[in-house]
């Protein structure tokens, strides 16, 4: 038994009061952004609350981070809207179903580290482009259908649906002034609910958009085609989803480090995320990752235990099995005001005071995957190309940094300095260095302060040796870094170079990094 009780973190410490009063904060928080996420994507709103209950618990039981909590959450839901609109929610679950695969995979191997190596402008643009997607979507449930075409609210129904969104957005904004010691987008929607319910306003209620009420979420095997097609065409979105949620759940556990003066796990988080998705893609919900709203509300409630993300979740399903009714008649103002307050908190707004201060190509990265993210709708395609780019431009920087001192000593050599990395991107400037016809007969290149990374430096190094060899002269390398010259000796089938042995330099080794 206490093998079981180590994994819940239950120990005299744990003061199991807070922990399931900040549970049931938790849940009253989490299910209004899980609904809210899951019909932003167009999924059922079950889906929603089923992903909030499943990533919640099984990330709380098998994470690497007590204390964080996990849901529905928007980050992962906007990646998958191309792929809805244009395959459909069986599509969705198949990919979800995958990016859980591959989380899984990226902890196994311990690789949790290269998801931060996605460039900060770039994350910028994903935010920013997030946030407006979420902003520009509320916009939409100020419209109606009428004989089956949607068109916008007038009249009263337009001033009703405004007047309580603006004291949602006011309650939210107001209330951390008075008191914290409630989650203010709780309160606001039980305000919004209370006026709405007691004075009979007739206004737009989840009911509206769809029902929320089931049972056990259920086995549900995706009625896709098992195919390579297939594959291509959710492997993306799985990849994108993947890494954003790792990213997201990364970032988070690093928070919750700081705050608590405690060390999480992060490939043990990658299973945990993983394992919650794949079961997501197989029992009907949408996925999802580590939520830091709902992670700061649990540890400001002084929670620091697995017990309260695990209360949270069976609280949300509890609700899905008896609490529905009331919860269809949520006025979806206090959703629309919740998810504007949520997409006012998401936008980078410190990216406006940097702006001056970064690199052109830096801003033109971040701008440029806010806009497709924003106009194509597809985070994943925007995030992918804004990669390739920025790391087009670091090639591109990187290759104009290489540079050689020369001089000639007093026997008559002459030598070749390099500084910089010579690599696919750097071979044209580094030819160009030297000049082979009026070269003295011996000639040295010294990579001291250089490195060859790749092989297209080894097959440059080895077409200045041809041009030296058929000019009658001689070329030597020296001070090759232990990898460089595994790449030449890996390559020798194919070149020839001579190689001034110096077994006792180190500087550019990978063990002096």
Same mark, same amino acid.
């Given at each position: 038994?206490?093998?079981?009780?180590?994994?819940?973190?239950?120990?005299?410490?744990?003061?199991?009061?807070?922990?399931?009063?900040? *549970?049931?904060?938790?849940?009253?928080?989490?299910?209004?952004?899980? #609904?809210?996420?899951?019909?932003?994507?167009?999924?059922?709103?079950?889906?929603?609350?089923?992903?909030?209950?499943?990533?919640?618990?099984?990330?709380?039981?098998?994470?690497?981070?007590? *204390?964080?909590?996990?849901?529905?959450?928007?980050?992962?839901?906007?990646?998958?809207?191309?792929?809805?609109?244009?395959?459909? #929610?069986?599509?969705?679950?198949?990919?979800?179903?995958?990016?859980?695969?591959?989380?899984?995979?990226?902890? #196994?191997?311990?690789?949790?580290?290269?998801?931060?190596?996605?460039?900060?402008?770039?994350?910028?643009?994903?935010?920013?482009?997030?946030?407006?997607?979420?902003?520009?979507?509320?916009?939409?449930?100020?419209?109606?259908?009428?004989?089956?075409?949607?068109?916008?609210?007038?009249?009263?129904?337009?001033?009703?649906?405004?007047?309580?969104?603006?004291?949602?957005?006011?309650?939210?904004?107001?209330?951390?002034?008075?008191?914290?010691?409630?989650?203010?987008?709780?309160?606001?929607?039980?305000?919004?609910?209370?006026?709405?319910?007691?004075?009979?306003?007739?206004?737009?209620?989840?009911?509206?958009?769809?029902?929320?009420?089931?049972?056990?979420?259920?086995?549900?095997?995706?009625?896709?085609?098992?195919?390579?097609?297939?594959?291509?065409?959710?492997?993306?979105?799985?990849?994108?989803?993947?890494?954003?949620?790792?990213?997201?759940?990364?970032?988070?556990?690093?928070?919750?480090?700081?705050?608590?003066?405690?060390?999480?796990?992060?490939?043990?988080?990658?299973?945990?995320?993983?394992?919650?998705?794949?079961?997501?893609?197989?029992?009907?919900?949408?996925?999802?990752?580590?939520?830091?709203?709902?992670?700061?509300?649990?540890?400001?409630?002084?929670?620091?235990?697995?017990?309260?993300?695990?209360?949270?979740?069976?609280?949300?399903?509890?609700?899905?099995?008896?609490?529905?009714?009331?919860?269809?008649?949520?006025?979806?103002?206090?959703?629309?005001?919740?998810?504007?307050?949520?997409?006012?908190?998401?936008?980078?707004?410190?990216?406006?005071?940097?702006?001056?201060?970064?690199?052109?190509?830096?801003?033109?990265?971040?701008?440029?995957?806010?806009?497709?993210?924003?106009?194509?709708?597809?985070?994943?395609?925007?995030?992918?190309? *804004?990669?390739?780019?920025?790391?087009?431009?670091?090639?591109?920087?990187?290759?104009?940094?290489?540079?050689?001192?020369?001089?000639?000593?007093?026997?008559?050599?002459?030598?070749?300095?390099?500084?910089?990395?010579?690599?696919?991107?750097?071979?044209?400037?580094?030819?160009?260095?030297?000049?082979?016809?009026?070269?003295?007969?011996?000639?040295?290149?010294?990579?001291?302060?250089?490195?060859?990374?790749?092989?297209? *430096?080894?097959?440059?190094?080895?077409?200045?040796?041809?041009?030296?060899?058929?000019?009658?002269?001689? #070329?030597?390398?020296?001070?090759?870094?232990?990898?460089?010259?595994?790449?030449?000796?890996?390559?020798?089938?194919?070149?020839?170079?001579?190689?001034?042995?110096?077994?006792?330099?180190?500087?550019?080794?990978?063990?002096?990094?």
């Amino acid at each position: 038994m206490k093998p079981f009780l180590h994994l819940f973190d239950f120990s005299n410490k744990v003061d199991y009061k807070i922990e399931v009063l900040a *549970g049931l904060t938790v849940a009253m928080t989490m299910i209004p952004e899980s #609904l809210s996420f899951a019909i932003l994507a167009g999924f059922p709103p079950l889906a929603g609350l089923y992903a909030a209950f499943i990533m919640g618990l099984v990330t709380a039981v098998l994470g690497g981070r007590p *204390g964080m909590v996990s849901g529905g959450a928007g980050a992962t839901a906007v990646v998958l809207i191309a792929l809805m609109q244009s395959h459909g #929610l069986e599509y969705v679950f198949a990919a979800v179903a995958l990016a859980g695969i591959l989380q899984i995979l990226v902890g #196994l191997f311990k690789l949790g580290k290269f998801i931060r190596l996605v460039p900060q402008p770039v994350m910028f643009g994903f935010v920013n482009g997030l946030a407006v997607i979420i902003f520009m979507s509320q916009i939409e449930q100020f419209k109606t259908v009428v004989n089956g075409e949607s068109t916008w609210l007038t009249g009263s129904a337009l001033y009703i649906m405004a007047g309580l969104v603006a004291l949602t957005i006011a309650i939210i904004i107001l209330l951390p002034k008075i008191t914290q010691a409630v989650p203010p987008s709780l309160v606001a929607i039980v305000v919004v609910f209370g006026i709405v319910f007691g004075f009979g306003i007739d206004t737009k209620v989840v009911k509206d958009i769809a029902s929320v009420s089931g049972g056990l979420p259920p086995f549900h095997m995706p009625d896709v085609p098992f195919s390579l097609e297939m594959l291509q065409v959710i492997f993306p979105y799985a990849l994108i989803m993947a890494g954003v949620g790792l990213t997201e759940s990364l970032l988070t556990i690093n928070l919750v480090d700081e705050i608590t003066g405690t060390r999480g796990n992060g490939n043990r988080e990658c299973v945990a995320q993983g394992s919650a998705n794949l079961l997501n893609g197989f029992f009907f919900g949408m996925g999802g990752c580590a939520m830091i709203a709902q992670t700061l509300v649990n540890l400001s409630a002084g929670a620091r235990a697995r017990l309260a993300a695990i209360v949270a979740a069976f609280t949300i399903l509890i609700i899905i099995l008896i609490g529905a009714p009331v919860i269809e008649q949520v006025p979806m103002a206090a959703l629309v005001g919740v998810m504007i307050m949520v997409a006012i908190g998401t936008f980078e707004w410190i990216s406006f005071k940097i702006i001056n201060k970064m690199p052109r190509h830096d801003v033109f990265v971040g701008i440029l995957v806010a806009v497709i993210t924003v106009w194509l709708h597809n985070l994943a395609l925007a995030v992918l190309i *804004g990669v390739i780019i920025a790391a087009l431009v670091f090639a591109w920087e990187s290759a104009k940094r290489i540079r050689a001192r020369k001089y000639t000593d007093a026997s008559g050599v002459k030598h070749y300095e390099m500084y910089g990395p010579l690599f696919f991107g750097s071979v044209a400037t580094f030819t160009e260095k030297f000049d082979v016809q009026n070269d003295p007969e011996e000639v040295i290149i010294d990579f001291k302060e250089s490195r060859v990374a790749d092989m297209s *430096g080894i097959e440059a190094l080895n077409k200045l040796t041809e041009r030296y060899h058929k000019a009658g002269k001689k #070329l030597q390398l020296k001070h090759l870094s232990p990898d460089c010259l595994v790449l030449l000796k890996n390559a020798d089938a194919v070149i020839a170079v001579n190689i001034l042995e110096d077994p006792t330099y180190h500087v550019a080794s990978d063990k002096m990094e």
